[in-house]
């Protein structure tokens, strides 16, 4: 029967967000309802506050979650009362021009759930990237349910639901990083230190980190950076070079996104090198004075990556596994976790560059 509990609700552009009572109804064919254990504070969450995703709400925010199966719809057979899951936004559909040619982590399908959880006086919510998972329970479509060991810490697997999911993706799936290259990580965030980590997972013999923070940097050092860059004295570009032999890096990952951080990466590189773009630009955004003979006489591969190039099936459990063995260390992303009561807070101590993540757990 549907359920009340306590989320975090976005009602108007800019205005802090509440924990509020919503209601959760029973899970409809190809849906689930979660029980949620954990959820990150991830930037989607706070652009979906500002406006700057869409104008749709009041939002439920929150989507970087893990949790236990409590129902799931008819027709659904993947997953079942009890399962521990990771939350994906990215569900399959198997059936698209993408899935169809080998290619599903590009596939074009949304699924979200049909049924609309509300506030109590029935007024419809937004859930953020199809999830709201800022909620003791949420529902989702079951497609968004990618179950993993049980044994794993919620508030550090959950948040392979999106930021650190997009960092090791960037460096694994679309950079395509090898053992023995060089990598240069610019923006070292939380995506941008998943990314760091992903490089040393791969077996990058040097992983430069660069970024305007010395606290960030340190932060990439402890997950696995051989050198750190502060870009606020120092010419990136120049540095990536000099600590490459003069070539630049094999891999260069912008994890920024601006015009400005996206030339240090194409400059950055080695001839015949990949850049990859994961941090996301504005539509607004350009990069101005490429000559398109550089592009041409350079070589290699512009890439972007989106949500790490990633397939929740196959990455989502072997990523935890090596957590369990102890060759990726997801609790090092994990700054604090938190009550229901305090994201915004965490909103700002993000905004201030305080914290990897700070964690809902519920």
């Not at 079951?142 to 392979?160: E, H, M, N, Y």
């Not at 010395?214 to 860059?229: P, Q, S, Y």
């Not at 120092?234 to 260069?252: C, K, N, R, S």
């Amino acid at each position: 029967m549907p359920q009340q509990v306590k989320a975090v609700v976005a009602r108007s552009k800019g205005a802090p967000v509440t924990v509020e009572t919503i209601n959760v109804p029973d899970p409809g064919p190809g849906e689930a309802v979660v029980q949620v254990q954990a959820c990150g504070v991830c930037h989607t969450d706070l652009h979906y506050r500002e406006g700057g995703i869409n104008d749709d709400y009041p939002f439920l925010l929150g989507h970087e979650a893990a949790g236990v199966v409590e129902a799931v719809g008819p027709d659904v057979t993947a997953i079942a009362p009890g399962d521990f899951v990771v939350l994906n936004w990215r569900a399959v559909c198997g059936d698209c021009r993408a899935c169809n040619r080998g290619e599903p982590w590009y596939c074009f399908a949304t699924f979200n759930a049909t049924q609309k959880m509300t506030l109590e006086d029935g007024t419809e919510l937004s859930p953020a990237l199809g999830i709201g998972a800022f909620a003791e329970k949420t529902l989702v479509a079951a497609g968004q349910c990618t179950k993993v060991d049980p044994s794993a810490r919620p508030a550090a697997v959950g948040l392979l639901g999106c930021g650190v999911m997009a960092g090791l993706g960037a460096a694994i799936n679309t950079g395509h990083v090898g053992r023995g290259q060089s990598v240069a990580v610019i923006g070292c965030g939380g995506v941008g230190a998943a990314a760091v980590a992903g490089s040393r997972l791969a077996g990058a013999a040097k992983i430069i980190a660069v970024d305007l923070d010395d606290r960030k940097l340190e932060w990439a050092r402890n997950l696995g950076a051989t050198h750190t860059v502060n870009s606020s004295d120092a010419d990136p570009v120049a540095a990536i070079q000099e600590l490459t032999g003069g070539f630049g890096a094999d891999v260069v990952i912008d994890a920024v996104g601006r015009p400005e951080t996206w030339k240090q990466a194409f400059y950055a590189r080695d001839l015949a090198g990949t850049v990859v773009l994961v941090g996301v630009p504005t539509p607004d955004m350009k990069v101005p004075d490429l000559p398109l003979i550089d592009v041409f006489g350079r070589g290699g591969a512009l890439k972007s990556s989106w949500y790490g190039d990633c397939l929740p099936s196959r990455d989502f459990p072997m990523l935890i596994d090596l957590y369990l063995s102890g060759r990726l260390d997801l609790d090092r992303f994990v700054s604090e976790t938190i009550p229901l009561d305090a994201v915004e807070d965490a909103f700002h101590k993000m905004e201030r560059g305080e914290v990897l993540r700070s964690v809902v757990v519920l």
